[in-house]
C-alpha cells in the first residue's frame, strides 16, 4: 500500500520524496516533508510549496483528504480506496502482503554449530533469526537460499570420538581412563557411547578407530541438531561440509599469494589482514603445514562468493566479532567485493525462570539444551520471544511470563485477537465469502485507522527485511492486537446494522495477524484453550 501511495503521489509531483508514517493516525496515514528540503532548493517559504503540492494532489481519488499542517502535507486515504485494497487480500489470501519477484538472490549460512553436541539456547537465537529472515524475504519476491557449514574436520571431531571411547571404556568395559582436560562431557555423550557399544561391539573400542567412532557420532548429533530445528519449525535447504573444501586450499593459498595477501613466517603461512584493516595477521597454516578454522574458512567462503548469488549472508555468534575482518580481507585479497558479504550477530540470551537463573542441562554438561525450553515453552512462543528484540542486542526474559494467559503475555494478546474475531463470525452464523463484497461506507475513524493499519503489513514487512530489524514485526502485530480489542469492546458487532462491514474489517485484520505470524513462523490461533 505504501508503495502505490509512493508511486501515485510520484506521477504527479514528478520527483522522488520521503514518505512517513505518522504515529497519529487521527492526524494522517501518510505525510511528506518534501516541502521543506525544496525550500532550501527552491529559495521559498515551505508553507507555499506544501500548499502547492497539496493543489496537485486534491483530485486524487485515493486520498479522503490532503492537508498541509506545519509544512508537512498529511494525507487520508479514502474509503475507496481501502475497501479496493481489503478487496484484493480477501479474494487472494494467500498473496496478501506479497511483492512482486526480484532480481536480486541471496545465500544465508546460519546456526552451523559444531555437530560435537546438541543445540544449546544461544544457536536457537540465530537459528529462528535466519529462519524467519529467510521466510520473509521469499515471500517479497527474492531467490533467498540456506546453507548450514559443518565443521566436520579438525580435533574437535576428533576429541569428540576419543570423549566417546573412553566411556565405552569406563562405562561398559569396566576400564580405569584418565579424560583428557578438554573432553566433551555430559549425559548425551554417555548416551552416545551406549549406543555405539551396542551398534559396534566390544572388539572396535581401540585407539586406531577413534576417527571412525568420531565420524559415526558426527553424523548421529547432526541428525539430533536437524530434529531440534524442526521442533522449532526450521529446515535448512542444504549442509556441506568443511572436510570436503580442503581439496581446494592448495588452490585457494596459490591465489592468495598471487594477490599479496598470504606470507611465510616462523614457518606458519599467514593472512596479510591488517593491510585490509584487521587489528593483526592470522595464521592460515600452522608450523606443523596443517590448516587452521580460517583456512577451511577462506576456502568456503571463496565457494560462496563465487555462485551466483548477489549477496551472502552469515549469521553468527557475538562471540565471533573479531573474525569478521579476517574473513573479509580473504574475500578482498581474492578479488571479491566484501561488501557482498553480511554478516549479522547473534548476542547472548539470559534465561530466567521464576526471576532465577534457568538451570543448565545435565545431558548437555554446562549450558542450556534448545531442546529442553523448546519443550517446556513450545515453539511459537520461543520463536516470537527471539523475534520480539534486534538480533544484537543482549536478550534476557523469563519464562513464566510467557506462560501467562493475560495481556502481559504479547503471543497470547494478539493471538486472542485473531481467535476473537474467528469468534464473532461463528456467533454472526457467517463466513468471509459473505461480507468481502461490503463497502466500506459507515467506518468511524477508529474503524479507518484499524483497516489502515491492517492493510499497511506490507510495508512493515519490507521495513523489516530491509534494515534486518525483524523485531519491527512483533512490534506491529501487539500495536495492532491493541488497536483491535479497543475497537472491539468500544462497538458491538454481532446484530448491529453495520454488521458485515464490521466483520470484513475484522477479516482484514485476521489475515494481517495470520499472515505476519506465519513468516514469524508461528501458527495463529483460530480459538483459545481456555474458551
Same mark, same amino acid.
Given at each position: 500500500?505504501?508503495?502505490?501511495?509512493?508511486?501515485?503521489?510520484?506521477?504527479?509531483?514528478?520527483?522522488?520524496?520521503?514518505?512517513?508514517?505518522?504515529?497519529?493516525?487521527?492526524?494522517?496515514?501518510?505525510?511528506?516533508?518534501?516541502?521543506?528540503?525544496?525550500?532550501?532548493?527552491?529559495?521559498?517559504?515551505?508553507?507555499?510549496?506544501?500548499?502547492?503540492?497539496?493543489?496537485?494532489?486534491?483530485?486524487?481519488?485515493?486520498?479522503?483528504?490532503?492537508?498541509?499542517?506545519?509544512?508537512?502535507?498529511?494525507?487520508?486515504?479514502?474509503?475507496?480506496?481501502?475497501?479496493?485494497?481489503?478487496?484484493?487480500?480477501?479474494?487472494?489470501?494467500?498473496?496478501?502482503?506479497?511483492?512482486?519477484?526480484?532480481?536480486?538472490?541471496?545465500?544465508?549460512?546460519?546456526?552451523?554449530?559444531?555437530?560435537?553436541?546438541?543445540?544449546?539456547?544461544?544457536?536457537?537465537?540465530?537459528?529462528?533469526?535466519?529462519?524467519?529472515?529467510?521466510?520473509?524475504?521469499?515471500?517479497?519476491?527474492?531467490?533467498?537460499?540456506?546453507?548450514?557449514?559443518?565443521?566436520?574436520?579438525?580435533?574437535?571431531?576428533?576429541?569428540?570420538?576419543?570423549?566417546?571411547?573412553?566411556?565405552?571404556?569406563?562405562?561398559?568395559?569396566?576400564?580405569?581412563?584418565?579424560?583428557?582436560?578438554?573432553?566433551?562431557?555430559?549425559?548425551?555423550?554417555?548416551?552416545?557411547?551406549?549406543?555405539?557399544?551396542?551398534?559396534?561391539?566390544?572388539?572396535?573400542?581401540?585407539?586406531?578407530?577413534?576417527?571412525?567412532?568420531?565420524?559415526?557420532?558426527?553424523?548421529?548429533?547432526?541428525?539430533?541438531?536437524?530434529?531440534?530445528?524442526?521442533?522449532?519449525?526450521?529446515?535448512?535447504?542444504?549442509?556441506?561440509?568443511?572436510?570436503?573444501?580442503?581439496?581446494?586450499?592448495?588452490?585457494?593459498?596459490?591465489?592468495?599469494?598471487?594477490?599479496?595477501?598470504?606470507?611465510?613466517?616462523?614457518?606458519?603461512?599467514?593472512?596479510?589482514?591488517?593491510?585490509? +584493516?584487521?587489528?593483526?595477521? &592470522?595464521? @592460515?597454516?600452522?608450523?606443523?603445514?596443517?590448516? #587452521?578454522? =580460517?583456512?577451511? /574458512? !577462506?576456502?568456503?567462503?571463496?565457494?560462496?562468493?563465487?555462485?551466483?548469488?548477489?549477496?551472502?549472508?552469515?549469521?553468527?555468534?557475538?562471540?565471533?566479532?573479531?573474525?569478521?575482518?579476517?574473513?573479509?580481507?580473504?574475500?578482498?585479497?581474492?578479488?571479491?567485493?566484501?561488501?557482498?558479504?553480511?554478516?549479522?550477530?547473534?548476542?547472548?540470551?539470559?534465561?530466567?525462570?521464576?526471576?532465577?537463573?534457568?538451570?543448565?542441562?545435565?545431558?548437555?554438561?554446562?549450558?542450556?539444551?534448545?531442546?529442553?525450553?523448546?519443550?517446556?515453552? +513450545?515453539?511459537?512462543?520461543? &520463536?516470537? @520471544?527471539?523475534?520480539?528484540?534486534?538480533?544484537? #542486542?543482549? =536478550?534476557?526474559? /523469563? !519464562?513464566?511470563?510467557?506462560?501467562?494467559?493475560?495481556?502481559?503475555?504479547?503471543?497470547?494478546?494478539?493471538?486472542?485477537?485473531?481467535?476473537?474475531?474467528?469468534?464473532?463470525?461463528?456467533?454472526?452464523?457467517?463466513?468471509i465469502e459473505d461480507v468481502v463484497d461490503i463497502e466500506f461506507n459507515t467506518l468511524n475513524e477508529e474503524g479507518m485507522n484499524l483497516l489502515f493499519e491492517s492493510l499497511n503489513l506490507?510495508?512493515?514487512?519490507?521495513?523489516?527485511?530491509?534494515?534486518?530489524?525483524?523485531?519491527?514485526?512483533?512490534?506491529?502485530?501487539?500495536?495492532?492486537?491493541?488497536?483491535?480489542?479497543?475497537?472491539?469492546?468500544?462497538?458491538?458487532?454481532?446484530?448491529?446494522?453495520?454488521?458485515?462491514?464490521?466483520?470484513?474489517?475484522?477479516?482484514?485484520?485476521?489475515?494481517?495477524?495470520?499472515?505476519?505470524?506465519?513468516?514469524?513462523?508461528?501458527?495463529?490461533?483460530?480459538?483459545?484453550?481456555?474458551?
Amino acid at each position: 500500500m505504501k508503495t502505490l501511495i509512493y508511486e501515485i503521489i510520484k506521477e504527479k509531483i514528478g520527483m522522488d520524496f520521503i514518505l512517513e508514517n505518522p504515529k497519529n493516525k487521527n492526524l494522517a496515514h501518510f505525510a511528506t516533508p518534501l516541502a521543506f528540503s525544496l525550500a532550501k532548493e527552491l529559495k521559498q517559504n515551505p508553507m507555499l510549496i506544501a500548499k502547492d503540492i497539496a493543489l496537485k494532489l486534491q483530485k486524487c481519488e485515493c486520498f479522503d483528504s490532503v492537508e498541509v499542517v506545519n509544512g508537512y502535507v498529511n494525507f487520508k486515504l479514502s474509503k475507496d480506496f481501502l475497501n479496493t485494497l481489503a478487496n484484493k487480500a480477501l479474494k487472494d489470501p494467500n498473496n496478501f502482503a506479497r511483492d512482486e519477484k526480484k532480481e536480486e538472490s541471496f545465500l544465508l549460512e546460519y546456526v552451523s554449530a559444531n555437530p560435537t553436541g546438541p543445540l544449546h539456547i544461544g544457536h536457537a537465537r540465530g537459528a529462528i533469526f535466519g529462519d524467519t529472515l529467510a521466510r520473509l524475504a521469499r515471500h517479497l519476491g527474492y531467490k533467498f537460499d540456506t546453507e548450514y557449514y559443518v565443521n566436520d574436520a579438525g580435533n574437535q571431531i576428533y576429541l569428540l570420538g576419543l570423549s566417546i571411547l573412553l566411556v565405552v571404556k569406563e562405562y561398559c568395559l569396566k576400564e580405569d581412563v584418565v579424560y583428557p582436560q578438554e573432553y566433551y562431557k555430559g549425559e548425551y555423550i554417555i548416551d552416545l557411547a551406549y549406543e555405539a557399544f551396542s551398534k559396534f561391539g566390544a572388539e572396535f573400542f581401540i585407539e586406531e578407530n577413534i576417527l571412525n567412532l568420531a565420524i559415526w557420532a558426527k553424523d548421529r548429533m547432526l541428525e539430533l541438531i536437524k530434529q531440534n530445528l524442526a521442533d522449532a519449525n526450521i529446515y535448512i535447504d542444504s549442509y556441506v561440509s568443511e572436510t570436503s573444501y580442503y581439496k581446494d586450499l592448495e588452490n585457494t593459498l596459490e591465489s592468495l599469494k598471487k594477490h599479496g595477501g598470504i606470507y611465510e613466517k616462523d614457518g606458519k603461512i599467514w593472512l596479510a589482514s591488517t593491510a585490509k +584493516g584487521d587489528e593483526k595477521d &592470522r595464521v @592460515i597454516l600452522k608450523d606443523d603445514g596443517k590448516g #587452521t578454522y =580460517l583456512a577451511a /574458512d !577462506i576456502v568456503y567462503h571463496k565457494d560462496k562468493m563465487s555462485r551466483p548469488y548477489t549477496r551472502c549472508i552469515n549469521i553468527w555468534g557475538a562471540d565471533h566479532h573479531g573474525y569478521i575482518a579476517r574473513v573479509k580481507a580473504a574475500m578482498d585479497f581474492l578479488g571479491f567485493n566484501s561488501n557482498n558479504l553480511e554478516i549479522i550477530l547473534a548476542q547472548m540470551v539470559s534465561l530466567l525462570k521464576n526471576g532465577e537463573p534457568y538451570k543448565m542441562s545435565k545431558r548437555a554438561g554446562n549450558f542450556i539444551l534448545m531442546s529442553d525450553v523448546l519443550e517446556e515453552l +513450545g515453539s511459537d512462543a520461543l &520463536r516470537y @520471544i527471539f523475534l520480539s528484540k534486534k538480533c544484537d #542486542t543482549h =536478550l534476557e526474559f /523469563d !519464562i513464566d511470563e510467557f506462560t501467562k494467559e493475560d495481556s502481559s503475555n504479547p503471543i497470547f494478546y494478539i493471538n486472542y485477537a485473531h481467535a476473537r474475531i474467528h469468534q464473532v463470525f461463528a456467533k454472526a452464523n457467517k463466513s468471509i465469502e459473505d461480507v468481502v463484497d461490503i463497502e466500506f461506507n459507515t467506518l468511524n475513524e477508529e474503524g479507518m485507522n484499524l483497516l489502515f493499519e491492517s492493510l499497511n503489513l506490507k510495508a512493515v514487512l519490507k521495513d523489516a527485511f530491509e534494515n534486518r530489524a525483524l523485531q519491527k514485526i512483533p512490534d506491529y502485530l501487539k500495536n495492532l492486537a491493541t488497536l483491535f480489542h479497543k475497537f472491539y469492546n468500544e462497538n458491538k458487532v454481532v446484530g448491529s446494522k453495520n454488521e458485515d462491514e464490521l466483520l470484513k474489517l475484522f477479516a482484514i485484520c485476521a489475515l494481517s495477524i495470520k499472515t505476519a505470524f506465519m513468516l514469524m513462523g508461528i501458527e495463529a490461533k483460530n480459538k483459545m484453550n481456555h474458551d
